[in-house]
């Protein structure tokens, strides 16, 4: 079974920028999907961005303009670029993997998630 180990992680002034990183802990199916979410204190895990295999992007509006996802050339290696932070972006990020089956994606993994704290 494939793990996600999250990294990058920590404190940051508004304003400022972070990267994620998310490792798989091995191959994922070739046709995959690899995404972050997050969950603010006190609220539901909300998505973030995601990346295919195939290097097609989807953000959600808050983020859009400020998060850039990307990925490693041929690893299972997926990255978010956080800048211009506001404090309502203080949450733990986690990162997701799914497989593409069936028509339709597959959840396959989440990472043990990753805090990321912006002061105002």
């Known amino acids: 079974q494939v793990q996600l180990v999250e990294s990058g992680g920590g404190l940051v002034q508004a304003g400022g920028s972070l990267t994620l990183s998310c490792a798989a802990s091995?191959?994922?199916?070739?046709?995959?999907?690899l995404g972050w979410y997050r969950q603010p204190p006190g609220n539901e895990r909300e998505f973030v961005a995601a990346i295919t295999s195939g290097g097609s992007t989807n953000y959600a509006d808050s983020v859009k303009g400020r998060f850039t996802i990307s990925r490693a050339s041929g690893q299972n290696t997926v990255y978010l670029q956080m800048n211009s932070l506001k404090p309502e972006d203080t949450a733990v990020y986690y990162c997701k993997a799914n497989v593409y089956v069936s028509s339709r994606y597959h959840t396959v993994a989440w990472g043990q998630g990753t805090q990321v704290t912006v002061s105002s």
């Open positions: 091995r191959s994922i199916s070739e046709d995959n999907q």
